[in-house]
């Protein structure tokens, strides 16, 4: 659903411009947004590549990435993580830091961020093996101090329990209709002067089936008649 996920927050970013268009000038538009189209913006990076270069874009591996400091990283228990350091040389030296190798700062292999990624098999080679020496959670208090960014590999019973999630608001409490609540994913846009939450339970199968076919000219009679039918529950 990932597709479908962002071919509908491109249409209601394209619908909520039109209608600021239509304010300003009176005049309405047809709207067109195509999961193909969707898809090609969020690999723009790769066919921007392809397009301007006109040469082929070839995947590449961690342990060729073009700056080792954005790359993935096993700890000693087996959990991935993320270094994110897109100012490479900003950065190198609390990367040095953090693993406890100030050599590395000396080594001409890695001087600069085009050297690390001229060299960046070697250089990953030896993040690995420093990487190797502690869990994660030690990992993430020497990141901490250190001023090294990163972000943890999490599967999604992992995701439920990382305090970023809880910060950033990504789950909402829904209510049930015994008085309870439980836990959705929220919608990914807050607005700050309007703020808003689920307000009513989500209605049961069938519960408003009545409702609405009274509204659209059904007599009782002939909403027993579909019941006894089989056609509505």
Partial sequence: GMGDHMAGMSAAGAIAAALFHRE???QGQKLEVSLVRVGA???SWDITLALRLG???IPYDREHHINPLINCYRAG???WFWLLHLQADRHW????RAVGRPDLLEDPRFSDIQKR?????ALVAELDK???KRPLSQWAEIFQREDVWWAPVNNVNELLEDPVVEKSGILVDVPAGDGSSFKLVAPPVTFR????GPQRPPPELGQHTEEILLELGYSWDDIVALKEQGVIP
């Fill in 193 to 196: 002067g309007t703020p808003s």
């Fill in 130 to 132: 420093e990487f190797a």
């Fill in 117 to 121: 990624r001229d060299n960046a098999p």
């Fill in 41 to 43: 913006y969020m690999m």
């Fill in 55 to 57: 040469t082929p874009v």
């Fill in 93 to 96: 030296p609390n990367v040095c």
């Fill in 77 to 79: 228990d087996g959990r």
């Fill in 24 to 26: 300003r000038t009176g």
